[in-house]
């Protein structure tokens, strides 16, 4: 009977005002009977709803504004105002009514994220495309996916060539060209092309999949405003109740001390915040990033100083080989395959760089490394086709007691100051040879950098595993106040621990494996979500959907908005408040009219969270349009 009821809120809610309308039209042609039996009905039908929410609450032990409510409509009914009680519960339900389809508004990125996931996938099985649903995908099937089709499961393309929509992964409008390797994702759209795909990630593993989870999470947790605001309503609540009593005995009228208990209502302030809170989340979700939760805004709008990684963060996360020098009897495409098998243990940009120019020389990569060992910030360790390999920086070299020639050092130096990351290869406990990698630094890097000096940013550092003379030639590009190279991962945690204990409130961002501990200690994370690894993502307050370090810049701004639009929202409401209830007093406020205006406070406090839906909108849209005009 209870779910029956509020399905049917705003059936009720239209029945309450045509007897209300009804009422009207009986008070205007002298029926005052049939007037008041209408408003009686109104009460009574509008009152309903209203009266079980309030003794949900009660049963919860939590004092609700419904209760509120009820208490001051049966008052209004015992001292025979039925205008007023009329009044206020068609006007209470038609404010929650107009609430709720205002807040599924805020929520319109969540749902059209739910709306764009596929629900069907064409696959080869026993030689044969079939179309089955989604939940049905296999990790390693072999998925097709024509013009105008979505990709179903995250994987790589193995056939074909394809322009992809990624709007709904990392907010960018601009379609991606993606080719033989490259990685798709769940969600995107084929815009032109046709692809094969090997499917790697299905179900919930999917980043779309991902992404709507975190989305939701992030929607229902509360901001440090919106716990003491809960909180501060359980009390409010029953002090406002004891303050009518006190205004009764103090007044001896019934009528001034129900109107007190309606106006009092703290509708606008339990609303404004989680509006707030929702609209800017949804806001970053279109825009291709990924804030977890309201807490997490709180604290980003308050970040000072920005620490970076460097390669995936900083410079595209893209890298090349440039040079591959041979130091021993090794030829240059033999030491390559050899190295290269070795790296396919590694999730580093560095490694993964070398394996895919394997690929592109078309090297056989059949020999799997043995007692491989990754070892974070230094390089790796393995066994390939009874070959001792240790590839890395210079302090897994000295580490290994591997000894490099001043001829082999002089050599990488020359290449670290060309820009260049110079990797080391030994074999069987020699130096064979050094692997050049340069990456470039991301386009977008110095205007959101500008960006968010700006906006309150007093410090960025980078911290990097890199050698000193490529992290030198990075931050000197790039105006960076600090920086620091040759970084193990604990050296970058107690790097930023130090930041916090000068008091600074820090975000870490980076992308791979051993950035994760520096982004769980941090005060903000934040990862590069498309060339980023799972436990970076996983770790981070923050996902940047497109790898642009302009939705951070927009992140940060947005952090700030939301917590002040949050703010702005509250003061209207305590003003809205305090101003009714001396009206009341003074007898300058009636049960009906505050019942009106605290509505309409309520909505207003939405309305204003709904302005960051489309903050920034412009602003993206007239660089988006600039950028299309200097391509």
């Known amino acids: 009977m209870i779910n029956w009821i509020n399905k049917q809120k705003t059936k009720i809610t239209a029945v309450s005002g045509a007897l209300l309308v009804l009422a009207l039209i009986f008070h205007l042609t002298g029926h005052d009977m049939l007037k008041s039996t209408s408003l009686i009905l109104v009460t009574v039908i509008a009152g309903i709803p209203i009266f079980i929410k309030a003794l949900q609450a009660l049963r919860m032990k939590a004092f609700s504004i419904e209760l509120l409510v009820t208490i001051a409509v049966i008052g209004a009914l015992f001292i025979s105002e039925f205008v007023e009680s009329a009044v206020v519960t068609f006007l209470f339900l038609f404010g929650d009514y107009l ?15 739910v709306e764009m996931a596929p629900q069907e996938a064409v696959v080869v099985r026993d030689g044969s495309q079939i179309t089955i649903p989604i939940e049905e995908v296999l990790v390693g099937d072999r998925v097709i996916i024509r013009s105008g089709g979505k990709v179903p499961v995250d994987g790589r393309i193995v056939s074909g060539q394809a322009s992809l929509n990624e709007a709904a992964v990392t907010g960018e409008s601009v379609p991606a060209t993606k080719k033989l390797e490259d990685k798709v994702f769940s969600g995107t759209i084929v815009d032109n092309g046709y692809i094969e795909m090997i499917a790697e990630k299905v179900g919930d593993d999917t980043t779309f999949a991902k992404i709507i989870e975190l989305v939701e999470e992030a929607q229902e947790s509360k901001s440090k405003t919106e716990k003491f605001l809960n909180k501060f309503a359980n009390i409010y609540t029953p002090a406002v109740v004891v303050l009518s009593v006190l205004v009764y005995l103090f007044t001896r009228d019934i009528h001034i001390a129900i109107t007190f208990l309606v106006i009092a209502c703290p509708g606008a302030l339990v609303i404004g915040a989680p509006v707030s809170n929702v609209a800017g989340i949804g806001n970053g979700a279109k825009n291709g990033v990924l804030v977890k939760g309201g807490e997490v805004m709180d604290i980003f709008s308050k970040v000072d100083t920005l620490v970076f990684d460097k390669t995936g963060t900083l ?5 090349e080989v440039t040079d591959i020098k041979t130091f021993g009897n090794f030829e240059t495409n033999e030491l390559l395959q050899l190295v290269a098998q070795a790296e396919t243990i590694s999730e580093h940009h560095l490694g993964q760089t070398i394996v895919k120019e394997a690929k592109v020389r078309e090297l056989a990569l059949k020999n799997e490394p043995e007692d491989g060992e990754v070892i974070k910030g230094n390089g790796i360790q393995a066994k390939v086709a009874g070959h001792v390999l240790a590839i890395g920086n210079r ?4 580490s290994e007691g591997i000894e490099v020639p001043q001829n082999v050092g002089a050599y990488a130096i020359v290449q670290e100051k060309a820009g260049n990351t110079a990797i080391f290869a030994s074999v069987d406990g020699n130096i064979a040879g050094v692997f050049s990698i340069a ?6 890097a110095q205007r959101a950098l500008a960006q968010m000096r700006k906006n309150g940013i007093k410090k960025i550092v980078m911290l990097t595993g890199d050698n000193k003379h490529t992290a030198e030639l990075v931050a000197t590009t790039l105006g960076l106040d600090e920086f620091h190279a040759e970084l193990l991962p604990e050296d970058k945690v107690e790097y930023v621990k130090k930041l916090k204990a000068a008091g600074h409130v820090v975000a870490m961002a980076g992308d791979g494996v051993n950035d994760a501990p520096a982004i769980a200690t941090a005060d903000i994370g934040l990862a ?14 923050v996902v940047l959907m497109a790898d642009k370090l302009m939705q951070f810049s927009h992140a940060y701004s947005l952090s700030k908005a939301t917590i002040r639009n949050m703010k702005q929202n509250t003061f209207f409401a305590v003003g809205i408040a305090f101003v009714l209830l001396t009206g009341v007093l003074m007898g300058t406020v009636h049960l009906a009219s505050g019942m009106f205006i605290h509505e309409a406070s309520v909505l207003l406090v939405i309305l204003n969270a709904m302005r960051l839906m489309g903050f920034n909108r412009k602003t993206m849209k007239k660089e988006h349009g600039l950028r299309i005009a200097t391509a």
């Open 439 to 444: 990456d470039q630094i991301r386009e977008d």
């Open 99 to 113: 609430e709720a389809r205002t807040l599924e508004k805020t929520r319109t990125s969540l749902k059209d994220l």
């Open 315 to 319: 410079t595209k996360g893209k890298p």
């Open 528 to 541: 590069m979500g498309e060339g980023g690894t799972d436990i970076s993502m996983e770790t981070a307050d």
């Open 395 to 398: 302090k897994l070299m000295d």
